[in-house]
């Protein structure tokens, strides 16, 4: 079976996805309380203070059953990544073994968690954020990030429990977002360089 969910026709029926998918588990006869002390038992999933707690390692294997299950185009996923790509610059940031294009392979990876986590854009309003960002630094890449890591960026830290735990932000997803904050609100954001030293790779 493949199941592919849109949370904006979850929206209209007024569901969020989280409870169209629980209600669709009941549907299917299914005892969820065995589930979930099926999941704890193989150690997919914990609980803490009350509160489920799943490992990276389990959220890494339900990434992949979701981008490799189909809900991501290939093709386009393709495509996407080779446009994206040459919006970077070519060569390494100074001292740095990375390149700033890395290579094809890791962009399409990091576009698939991407719209896991972030949700489905447009190309064209990837690209023209893509775009816009490159140039906002002006020729001076300095402190311009490589290409995955303005995708997506994990980093390690701990929860409030002290264990550790790998955090992702994504600048891809924040040029967007505030790109259609200023359009629905007519205005343009004023290009002000100064917060460029404080993004790194």
């Known amino acids: 079976m493949k199941l592919i969910i849109d949370d904006k026709i979850c929206a209209k029926y007024q569901l969020t996805i989280n409870e169209f998918l629980l209600l669709h588990l009941i549907m299917q006869d299914q005892d969820c309380d065995n ?12 609980k803490q203070d009350g509160k489920f707690i799943i490992p990276e390692f389990t959220k890494s294997v339900v990434q992949k059953i979701v981008s490799e299950s189909g809900n991501i185009n290939e093709d ?31 962009i399409i990876f990091q576009l698939q968690k991407f719209f896991i986590h972030y949700g489905n854009y447009s190309d064209e309003d990837i690209l023209n954020a893509t775009k816009s960002y490159v140039e906002s630094f002006r020729g001076n890449y300095r402190y311009l ?5 303005f995708i997506l960026k994990s980093t390690k830290t701990l929860d409030e429990m002290g ?14 977002e505030n790109k259609q904050q200023e359009e629905e609100k007519g205005r343009v954001a004023i290009n002000d360089d100064s917060w460029l030293y404080a993004d790194r790779n």
């Open 76 to 106: 386009r996923l393709n495509s996407l990544a080779s446009k994206i790509q040459k919006c970077f610059p070519e060569g390494k940031p100074q001292g740095s073994v990375a390149y700033y294009r890395a290579n094809k392979r890791e």
């Open 35 to 46: 589930t979930i002390k099926d999941l704890m038992q193989r150690g997919l999933m914990q």
């Open 145 to 149: 990030p490589i290409i995955t890591n």
């Open 163 to 176: 264990n550790p735990v790998i955090k992702e932000s994504s600048q891809l997803a924040t040029q967007l």
